[in-house]
T-cell receptor, first 115, second 111 residues
Framework: ETGVTQSPTHLIKTRGQQVTLRCSSQSGHNTVSWYQQALGQGPQFIFQYYREEENGRGNFPPRFSGLQFPNYSSELNVNALELDDSALYLC??????????????FGEGSRLTVL | AQRVTQPEKLLSVFKGAPVELKCNYSYSGSPELFWYVQYSRQRLQLLLRHISRESIKGFTADLNKGETSFHLKKPFAQEEDSAMYYCALSQFSGGYNKLIFGAGTRLAVHP
């Protein structure tokens, strides 16, 4: 069974640039969620994708967007980067929306630094 | 608003001492609560959930709806328990589910 994998592990961008982060979900999982974890904080929900559609979003602006592909892998895109976007971005997959809600399988994260 | 509060950033104990990591929540409805753990250089992973009422690695957590708490306890701490612990509340509404995390408590177990 393959776990959740994310890429890249680290990256540095400058303010105003755009970034794309990638995630491969755990085998058999069709639901992917993205979380932002700022330094010293717990993860904060960005959005969730289910069967290639965004089905829920947290309190993040539209410049945070995503995609889910037919193989259930996912991307997180952030446009017009701001300094406060510096954080660890976590991808988490789950078996099914609503089923066993709360048991998420996390990747190791992509650490984004915005200068 | 739904919220999870972990009042302690750091809990430092000696090996063999009892441990209690505090978690309080606010939620309008029937809560589903979890403890996630992150060991050094490892990914965030589920430790236990209140609905299963299991003991995992000697840890237990009881949901107290009256006090809106879900404290994590272990009678005798081990050095390998040193990690970051996050309490989380699951919210399922509008066709999606999300976890609301606390800020986390770092447990340091000293020999």
């Amino acid at each position: 069974e393959t776990g959740v994998t994310q890429s890249p592990t680290h990256l540095i961008k400058t303010r105003g640039q755009q970034v794309t982060l990638r995630c491969s979900s755990q085998s058999g999982h069709n639901t992917v969620s993205w979380y932002q974890q700022a330094l010293g904080q717990g993860p904060q929900f960005i959005f969730q994708y289910y069967r290639e559609e965004e089905n829920g979003r947290g309190n993040f602006p539209p410049r945070f967007s995503g995609l889910q592909f037919p193989n259930y892998s996912s991307e997180l895109n952030v446009n017009a980067l701001e300094l406060d976007d510096s954080a660890l971005y976590l991808c988490a997959s789950s078996l099914e929306v609503g089923f066993d809600a709360g048991e998420l399988f996390f990747g190791e994260g992509s650490r984004l630094t915005v200068l | 608003a739904q919220r999870v509060t972990q009042p302690e950033k750091l809990l430092s104990v000696f090996k063999g001492a009892p441990v209690e990591l505090k978690c309080n929540y606010s939620y309008s409805g029937s809560p589903e609560l979890f403890w996630y753990v992150q060991y050094s250089r490892q990914r965030l992973q589920l430790l236990l959930r209140h609905i299963s009422r299991e003991s995992i690695k000697g840890f237990t957590a009881d949901l107290n709806k009256g006090e809106t708490s879900f404290h994590l306890k272990k009678p005798f701490a081990q050095e390998e328990d040193s990690a970051m612990y996050y309490c989380a509340l699951s919210q399922f509404s509008g066709g999606y589910n999300k976890l609301i995390f606390g800020a986390g408590t770092r447990l340091a177990v000293h020999p």
